[in-house]
């Protein structure tokens, strides 16, 4: 019986001590749950200035050459879902004023494409260029996605970049157009708000082109 009775005392000791042992590693686990959100906000890596010459296509203090397309492409295929673009005094990075590009839904059956245009490019010219580069504000909690593009030559052939996703916030938007067709005779300069959100409004300023 004196074997038996230490017996059980032994493994109720081994079971207490592994009760507490188990207890620091509950702790851990669960802090490192709670870190990660913090840590995937603070992922997004600001793009860097490209080397090269800049040139300057619009700071939006001389006036709003740009527009948003709404519904005026309707005929040619799905609604564009760009509401408006007007000049904003609430923010700028040279001058104080950009231009304010205002999205509507996107939901999964719509075009997901807002776009905003500007068809006086202050230079036609671009051969040789590789960056657009832009100061992007969002304003809004959800993250935006955005690209650009040209339409060049008589034919109005239309090129894209890649597109970039930004999150709430002031951010650098460098967009790669090397590869970009017919780039000695652009006749549109067109940003794009692309994929699912439900809309909101991002502001434009500082836009350049890097050759
Ligand atoms: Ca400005």
Same mark, same amino acid.
């Given at each position: 019986?004196?074997?038996?009775?230490?017996?059980?005392?032994?493994?109720?000791?081994?079971?207490?001590?592994?009760?507490?042992?188990?207890?620091?590693?509950?702790?851990?686990?669960?802090?490192?749950?709670?870190?990660?959100?913090?840590?995937?906000?603070?992922?997004?890596?600001?793009?860097?200035?490209?080397?090269?010459?800049?040139?300057?296509?619009?700071?939006?203090?001389?006036?709003?050459?740009?527009?948003?397309?709404?519904?005026?492409?309707?005929?040619?295929?799905?609604?564009?879902?760009?509401?408006?673009?007007?000049?904003?005094?609430?923010?700028?990075?040279?001058?104080?004023?950009?231009?304010?590009?205002?999205?509507?839904?996107?939901?999964?059956?719509?075009?997901?494409?807002?776009?905003?245009?500007?068809?006086?490019?202050?230079?036609?010219?671009?051969? %040789?260029?590789?960056? =657009?580069?832009?100061? @992007?504000? !969002? #304003?809004?909690?959800?993250?935006?996605?955005?690209? *650009?593009?040209?339409?060049?030559?008589?034919?109005?052939?239309?090129?894209?970049?890649?597109?970039?996703?930004?999150?709430?916030?002031?951010?650098?938007?460098?967009?790669?157009?090397?590869?970009?067709? %017919?780039?000695?005779? =652009?006749?549109?300069? @067109?940003? !794009? #708000?692309?994929?699912?959100?439900?809309?909101?409004? *991002?502001?434009?300023?500082?836009?350049?082109?890097?050759?």
């Amino acid at each position: 019986m004196k074997k038996f009775n230490v017996l059980v005392v032994l493994i109720a000791v081994m079971i207490m001590l592994a009760g507490c042992a188990s207890k620091p590693e509950q702790t851990e686990t669960a802090a490192v749950e709670e870190a990660a959100p913090v840590e995937t906000v603070a992922s997004y890596t600001e793009l860097e200035m490209p080397a090269g010459e800049a040139v300057l296509m619009d700071n939006f203090e001389e006036g709003n050459f740009w527009y948003a397309v709404a519904d005026s492409w309707d005929q040619w295929g799905s609604h564009n879902l760009s509401l408006t673009a007007e000049l904003s005094s609430s923010w700028g990075t040279d001058g104080g004023t950009s231009l304010e590009c205002v999205y509507d839904i996107a939901g999964p059956a719509t075009s997901m494409q807002a776009s905003f245009c500007c068809d006086q490019p202050l230079e036609t010219d671009w051969t %040789g260029a590789k960056f =657009v580069v832009m100061d @992007i504000n !969002n #304003v809004e909690k959800h993250d935006v996605q955005l690209n *650009v593009a040209v339409q060049a030559t008589d034919g109005w052939t239309w090129t894209q970049s890649a597109d970039l996703v930004f999150p709430p916030g002031e951010h650098l938007g460098v967009f790669a157009i090397d590869s970009f067709a %017919g780039l000695e005779a =652009v006749k549109r300069m @067109i940003i !794009n #708000v692309t994929g699912e959100n439900p809309g909101g409004t *991002v502001l434009i300023d500082n836009y350049r082109v890097i050759y």
